[in-house]
């Protein structure tokens, strides 16, 4: 893959990368879409990164759907899917990290220690062996796009991170591919989610500026469905990841909570 | 620098990068040489690096000669010299470290807490800033070229690192930037230490295996000069840097001493 890129990259032509772990959904899809309008060689990466997860997370259980994947890649024009296996990633010996200090330990990342460090150092790796010029990240993973720009500016890598919005299913939860854990049950008492943030964006519509008032609102609602167990709440600016007792423009309202034994993350920028 | 970098890459050229703290002296140039000959375009970086120099170290008085130096890369024609502030590559803000686990921690690593993670991080932003193909360190840094050859395959850099000899001063000195620290005298002095590394060689040469009785022998012709306190002697193999009992072919024998304020490393593969 580094190779065929590097081909590329003597030609001039200009890589985009989407990296993802697979069980593609229309989020991910969005991104190949921007990545095909903005760039010459579209490269999508599909691999379920066994760093980024603790010890009691949900790796073994992560779906995996490579044929599916595929076509749905083929589909979207992609030029190169890059699956590689966790022994090519991580051979014998390896003990490189990258990290982002500070923005790693926050929201999610106090509830995943060391999350943030796999991802970093996986997504270093990925932009060594893609070498885009481009490459794509949701805003559902709020925070990782902000360390990800952070490591990028830090290291002076050479590419620019691009953040496309969440896309959402019809009923309004923000798609995930982790949503496939949820029962029937499980998915209608998730809405509870987007909806407080749909309250919150309300509030601050109607001139609402307290950090404490809009997360007192988000989780009274919240608590209104008994099967939903709020993990955090965080109103921040969304370059440092400061908790602001005042909202400003441009603010990251960021939760994640659990639905039976899913986790589940969702946010808005206001 | 970095779009000066990738416009040649886009016109297929290759690129070979010499990372330097300035006070340039036969050892840098050797490598600049080498890259002459191998690269198209070669960038010399000078940089004093902050972030790895300790709070009781030498980063104040570490020798600075940039006109002098100039004019070294020019005579070497060199085609860049990158020579960035500390503002421009530590921002405020910065807070992404890319760190090599378990190598950067004996050895100099020992005594030098954070050291190597701040090569390692300058590193990798001077690889990203001057995109080479080929990037050249000296074998007196033997650690330090151990530990980012280590970072460039973990992180599938697609950069190959490149060793080259110790050059040494007709009296047997290793070249190095801090040997204007010593005095005539304390300079006598050193030279008990290549010539340890030269007794190490003729005991290996005689059959001598065992790294006790070698380190041994180095050690109480060390001692025979009161000015010089010793930090460590190694025998160690040259990849993952575990101490042997007994020498293989291809080892390192690394040591660092003090010869009054200035600290010394020198080193050579058996």
Avoid at 63 to 69: A, F, N, S, W, Y
Wanted: hydrophobic share 40%; charged share 25%; net charge positive.
């Amino acid at each position: 893959m580094q190779s065929t890129a590097l081909r590329f990259k003597a030609e001039g032509k200009t890589i985009g990368l989407v990296p993802t772990m697979g069980a593609l959904h229309e989020g991910h899809l969005s991104l190949i879409r921007k990545a095909r309008i903005d760039a010459n060689i579209v490269v999508v990466s599909i691999f379920v990164n066994p760093i980024q997860f603790g010890p009691a997370e949900d790796l073994q259980k992560y779906p995996r759907k490579l044929v599916t994947d595929l076509d749905l890649c083929e589909k979207e024009r992609a030029d190169f899917v890059f699956i590689p296996t966790e022994e090519e990633m991580y051979p014998k010996g390896f003990t490189t990290t990258v990290e982002v200090k500070g923005l790693s330990d926050v929201l999610c990342g106090a509830y995943r220690p060391g999350h943030f460090k796999g991802v970093t150092t996986v997504v270093s790796k990925l932009f060594n062996i893609a070498q885009p010029d481009l490459a794509y990240f949701g805003q559902k993973d709020a925070q990782q796009t902000i360390i990800i720009k952070r490591m990028a500016a830090d290291l002076n890598m050479k590419t620019n991170i691009v953040v496309l919005p969440i896309v959402r299913d019809t009923d309004g939860l923000a798609m995930s591919s982790r949503n496939v854990y949820l029962s029937q049950e499980e998915r209608k008492t998730a809405l509870v989610l987007p909806k407080s943030l749909k309250v919150a964006e309300s509030l601050i519509r109607s001139g609402e500026r307290r950090a404490e008032v809009i997360k007192g609102r988000m989780m009274q609602l919240i608590q209104t469905r008994p099967g939903v167990r709020l993990e955090y709440i965080a109103v921040c600016d969304s370059e440092q990841l400061q908790e602001r007792e005042t909202v400003q423009p441009g603010d990251l309202i960021a939760l994640a909570a659990w639905v039976g034994k899913t986790r589940l993350i969702d946010n808005v920028i206001v």
